[in-house]
């Protein structure tokens, strides 16, 4: 079983930078791939971004391609989501998953329900 902890939300205006971290408890962290999802009040959660065990694929969502950048610590039981330019339609609360799935080092999926684990989630918020 894995546990993850978010960290590193906040309050930022518009044009700022925010890093993101999670922590994952457990020997098995680096063989899950990790994702980043967010959910805005009101509205379904939406992909972010997500990191392969290996780190050799990364995909992003549309709405955050060439803003945040994802990346993993394996050694650390850590992933990073780091949010440039950041917009007030940024706003939400962002959640970080692992996924076991076939294991395959190039697996990193998009969709929620590929997901096994998923932290409690932390709160940003972009100013206008």
């Known amino acids: 079983q894995v546990q993850l902890v978010e960290s590193g939300g906040g309050l930022v205006q518009a044009g700022g930078s925010l890093r993101l971290s999670c922590a994952g408890s457990?020997?098995?962290?680096?063989?899950?791939?990790m994702g980043w999802f967010r959910q805005a009040p009101g509205k379904e959660r939406e992909f972010v971004a997500a990191i392969a065990w290996s780190g050799g694929r990364i995909n992003y969502g549309d709405s955050v391609k060439g803003r945040f950048t994802i990346s993993r610590d394996n050694a650390k039981n850590t992933v990073y989501l780091q949010m440039n330019s950041l917009k007030p339609e940024d706003t939400a609360v962002y959640y970080c998953?692992?996924?076991?799935?076939?294991?395959?080092?190039?697996?990193?999926?998009?969709?929620?329900?590929?997901?096994?684990?998923w932290g409690r989630g932390t709160q940003v918020t972009v100013s206008s």
């Open positions: 457990g020997r098995t962290f680096s063989s899950y791939a």
């Open positions: 998953a692992a996924a076991r799935g076939d294991g395959g080092s190039n697996y990193s999926p998009r969709g929620g329900n590929e997901y096994d684990y």
